[in-house]
């Protein structure tokens, strides 16, 4: 099955950037969006962030607002995070998922660890 796929991944200490790449999968002619989520351990999946893939206009957890963005290249099919002011409570294993018309695809993720 068809996967988008992320990378970028890594460790760094608190205060730190990371910046997060997914190339899209499948059909791209058809995203409606792509988004990021990420999973901490012992905790559920959450929403990060999303892009509509057309008009560019993004939408982010309150606790990333002001640090992460969001952006895409639609040329490349390639969305991107970037994350500043990263603190230990952003560690999770962060997932891209994209959202078709009618198909959605998750990747497989890439851990992120900041460390205080």
């Known amino acids: 099955q068809a996967q988008s796929v992320e990378s970028g991944g890594g460790s760094v200490q608190a205060g730190g950037s990371l910046r997060l790449s997914c190339v899209a999968s499948g059909r791209t002619f058809n995203i409606d969006y792509m988004a990021w989520y990420r999973q901490a351990p012992g905790k559920e999946r959450e929403f990060v962030g999303r892009i509509i893939w057309r008009g560019g206009s993004t939408y982010y957890r309150d606790s990333v607002k002001g640090r992460f963005t969001i952006s895409r290249d639609n040329a490349k099919n390639e969305v991107y995070l970037q994350m500043n002011s990263l603190q230990p409570e952003d560690t999770a294993i962060y997932y891209c998922?994209?959202?078709?018309?009618?198909?959605?695809?998750w990747g497989r993720g890439t851990q992120v660890t900041v460390s205080s």
């Open positions: 998922y994209q959202r078709n018309s009618n198909s959605e695809y």
